[in-house]
């Protein structure tokens, strides 16, 4: 298993601090957090890919596990700023990097029939209390080189996901209700960001209606309709099929590339637009603030309609309420 020095404990060292320049500036608030470049195993049909993976370690003790999933024909590295917000509050962030293309359809979204890799993606989550099998290796092998080699794996789950990732999390959610109750009994919501549904399968949907109505929360942040988030179906989705008064927020100014913010490049930004920063602290704002939530099973005033943060943006112009199913 590949483990990578490219970037050890951000603005530990000035080396750290460099090889963080593609990323952006580092926030005070990330400052102690500990990104570790590594691998996992998921099984793929008769075969097994070992995927590059990252973990981010808070500079405590881990609060909660946030899986974050890269959106289509994307990475990791992709989503390394929010990684390290999510972190900066406490919680241990897996984020791997899933494929785009595999001829045995072992694929982030559904271009054939993905169902059963994201079934061996669930798999990780299901067993994740194993310290030998495929999540629980990728962890030691990161905690040991992070320096951390008494740390446990957090007991309480948050998936997030961005793009096609957000109907990956939905789903894979889905299939722990399903196959894996010792795991659902630790998954506490789903923070989507800005999700895309497949053109084929029903993935997002089978998810969210799995995970509905069962105490977890989901909210989504997402951006105007266009043609990185397909016309904005995943939103509707979210909004259809979710049975709640408030579901999350939009950003009308701003981009699908918003969820990578400063760790976005110049493909993502060519294609689906350029992050502004305003949305991009808005957007990690919520995000971290809801899974805090979702974590300590509050609910936060003012990062919700009528609180003081929640207001100060809608007032501005700055999102729009998105509103759940009746």
Not at 160 to 184: C, F, I, N, Q
């Amino acid at each position: 298993m590949r483990v990578s020095h490219a970037v050890r404990t951000l603005g530990g060292t000035t080396a750290a601090a460099l090889a963080l320049t593609a990323l952006g500036p580092i926030a005070p608030a990330q400052a102690a957090v500990t990104r570790i470049q590594t691998t996992v195993d998921i099984r793929c049909a008769f075969t097994t890919l070992e995927q590059d993976a990252d973990w981010y370690f808070p500079s405590g003790a881990p609060e909660g596990l946030v899986w974050l999933q890269h959106g289509f024909a994307r990475a990791n590295d992709h989503v390394a700023d929010l990684a390290s917000e999510y972190a900066a509050a406490g919680y241990l962030v897996f984020a791997p990097t899933l494929p785009t293309g595999n001829i045995f359809g072992c694929t982030l979204q559904n271009i054939g029939n993905n169902t059963d890799f994201l079934g061996n993606v669930a798999d990780l989550f299901t067993k994740m209390s194993d310290p030998d099998d495929k999540l629980g290796r990728s962890f030691a092998d990161a905690k040991a080189e992070a320096g951390r080699p008494g740390l446990t794996m957090p007991d309480e789950l948050v998936f997030s996901g961005h793009s096609a990732g957000g109907e990956a999390v939905s789903y894979v959610a889905g299939r722990l209700r399903t196959d894996g109750p010792a795991a659902w009994a630790r998954l506490r919501g789903l923070v989507l960001l800005d999700p895309v549904a497949s053109f084929i399968g029903d993935n997002l949907e089978t998810g969210l209606e799995a995970v509905n109505g069962t105490g977890r929360m989901i909210r989504t942040i997402s951006g105007p309709d266009g043609l990185c988030n397909n016309s904005g179906g995943g939103t509707d989705l979210v909004q259809s099929r979710v049975t709640a008064p408030f579901v999350g927020v939009r950003l009308p100014d701003g981009a699908h590339t918003d969820a990578e913010g400063a760790s976005t490049d110049g493909v993502g930004t060519l294609a689906c637009g350029e992050p502004e920063s305003a949305n991009v602290e808005v957007l990690q704002t919520f995000a971290v603030a809801w899974a805090t939530d979702a974590f300590d099973g509050t609910q936060t005033p003012a990062y919700l309609p009528g609180g003081s943060y929640y207001q100060s943006q809608l007032a501005s112009g700055r999102i729009e309420t998105l509103t759940g199913a009746s």
